[in-house]
C-alpha cells in the first residue's frame, strides 16, 4: 500500500476523526462546499490531506457561526492555510473578548443579587425619567396613610434595579394591551379591552397591593379626573386615559358577577 493511499479516508473515518455526521459531509458534498477529491475502485468517496484541511476550515467557520454560503464565498478566495487561520484567529478572538464583557456583566448582576443590592434613585430616574423622585414624594403625600401605600412599601422596599426593570417592560406591556385593543376599534366593554384591564389590575395586585375590583374601579376613576394622569395615559393614546377607565369600569363589573 503506498503512503499516498494511506492518506485517503472515506466518509465515516471523516466524520468519526473532525466530529461531524455523515450526513452532513453528504450535504456538504451535494451543494459543493466539500466534495471528495478520490474514489475508491469500488466507487466510494475518498478524502485526500487536502480535502480534510478545507473540512477543517468549514467546521471552525461554522462553529464561529457563519451561515453555508458564507463558508463557501470564505473558501472560494484563493487564500493560503496560513491566511485562514490568521482570520479564524482573529474572529475567535473577538468572540473571546465578547464572551469575557459579557461575564464581567453577569458577574456584576449576579453581584448585586447576592449582596441584596436595591435599585437607587438614579436607576429609577433612568427607568422612569427625571419626574420620578417628585411623583414618588407626591404619591406618599396624597396616599402614605392608606394601607395600599404601606403595603406597597413593603413589596417594593427589597426590589432590585432587575426588578424594576421588569416592572418597567411588564407596564409598557399593559399599555400596549389597551392601545392594541383601541387601534383594533374595540369597544372599552369589549372582551380584549377588560382582558386588558384585568392585566392592569392583576399586576397591580401582585407587584404592589391588593387590588380588587371596586378599588381598581377608585385607580381608574384617577386616570380621567386628575390632570396629570389624564395626560399621561393620552400622551401614549389620545382618548387613552377615558378608554382604560371605561374598561376598569366594565372588567370590574364583569369580575363582580
Not at 467557520?61 to 473558501?75: D, H, I, N, S
Not at 458577574?107 to 430616574?125: I, K, P, Q, V
Amino acid at each position: 500500500m503506498t503512503e499516498r493511499t494511506q492518506t485517503l479516508l472515506t466518509v465515516g473515518q471523516v466524520a468519526e476523526r473532525l466530529d461531524v455526521t455523515v450526513r452532513t459531509l453528504h450535504h456538504y458534498d451535494e451543494i459543493g462546499l466539500l466534495r471528495p477529491s478520490e474514489r475508491s475502485p469500488a466507487g466510494y468517496r475518498l478524502y485526500t490531506a487536502d480535502d480534510l484541511t478545507r473540512l477543517q476550515h468549514v467546521v471552525v467557520y461554522r462553529r464561529l457561526g457563519f451561515a453555508l454560503e458564507e463558508v463557501a464565498l470564505l473558501l472560494a478566495h484563493p487564500e493560503s492555510v496560513e491566511q485562514h487561520l490568521r482570520r479564524q484567529r482573529a474572529a475567535v478572538q473577538q468572540r473571546l473578548d465578547e464572551m469575557k464583557d459579557l461575564v464581567a456583566a453577569i458577574n456584576r448582576a449576579l453581584e448585586r443579587e447576592m449582596n441584596d443590592e436595591h435599585a437607587t434613585a438614579e436607576d429609577m430616574m433612568e427607568l422612569f425619567g427625571d419626574g420620578f423622585e417628585d411623583a414618588q414624594a407626591e404619591a406618599e403625600q396624597r396616599w402614605g396613610d392608606t394601607d395600599a401605600w404601606q403595603q406597597s412599601q413593603r413589596r417594593t422596599k427589597s426590589y432590585t434595579k432587575a426588578d424594576w426593570e421588569a416592572v418597567k417592560a411588564e407596564s409598557d406591556a399593559l399599555h400596549k394591551g389597551f392601545t392594541d385593543a383601541m387601534d383594533a376599534g374595540e369597544p372599552p366593554t369589549s372582551v380584549a379591552a377588560m382582558d386588558a384591564a384585568e392585566a392592569h389590575r392583576l399586576n397591580i395586585d401582585q407587584r404592589f397591593y391588593d387590588c380588587p375590583p371596586q378599588f381598581h374601579r377608585n385607580l381608574a376613576d384617577m386616570y380621567t379626573s386628575d390632570p396629570r394622569f389624564t395626560a399621561t395615559y393620552d400622551e401614549i393614546r389620545p382618548g387613552m386615559a377615558q378608554y382604560v377607565r371605561d374598561a376598569i369600569y366594565a372588567n370590574a363589573d364583569r369580575q363582580e358577577q
